[in-house]
């Protein structure tokens, strides 16, 4: 027998995984959308939390666990068949950050992180005008916001590839962040 003939489709080198990061109103979800419309699968802790009944922010913490374990785990199989990925999440942590980074490693795989550098005023402005319609749309807890952005740990280049885009378009178009 003679030797295997060599895999089809992109080797999970390959493939590209984007973290985007930010608090609260940066506009993740705006440009984790516009690369859904350039062909990556787009993963959102706010969609799965969303669709599993969870209304408020901050989850119990067992159930913000289980929705990252979903995450991860669709986001492997996503990388094994050889599509890219964004990861719609705060990513609010260099340790949250770091995790993904194992994750993908032994498949050889190493995420860019998105960093949305939006004002202040701009984020919280924008979770002000929260209704909750929908998983992007999460009121938040009076101070909330304001504990999101100020606990924060902005990612720097020592953590690996980095992009920083600015969110500070406010104009309420689903187009890109400036600086894409």
């Known amino acids: 027998m003679g030797p295997s003939p060599p895999p089809t489709g992109p080797s999970p080198s390959a493939v590209r995984v984007v973290l985007l990061c930010g608090p609260a109103g940066s506009g993740k979800s705006t440009a984790a959308r516009c690369l859904e419309r350039e062909g990556f699968a787009r993963l959102s802790f706010d969609e799965e939390a969303w669709g599993r009944g969870h209304r ?81 749309d999460l009121v938040l807890p009076d101070g909330l916001a304001e504990a999101y952005i100020d606990g924060f740990e902005v990612p720097t280049a020592a953590e690996g590839p980095l992009r920083i885009l600015t969110g500070a378009d406010d104009d309420g178009a689903v187009g890109r962040p400036a600086g894409w």
């Open 56 to 136: 408020t922010h901050p989850l119990a913490r067992p159930v913000a666990e289980e929705v990252a374990a979903t995450l991860r785990g669709r986001l492997v199989a996503l990388v094994r068949a050889g599509v890219d990925v964004v990861v719609d999440s705060s990513f609010w942590s260099r340790g949250a950050r770091d995790e993904y980074r194992r994750l993908l490693d032994p498949l050889g795989v190493t995420p860019v992180t998105y960093y949305l550098a939006t004002p202040r005023a701009v984020a919280l402005g924008r979770v002000a005008s929260r209704r909750n319609t929908g998983p992007h």
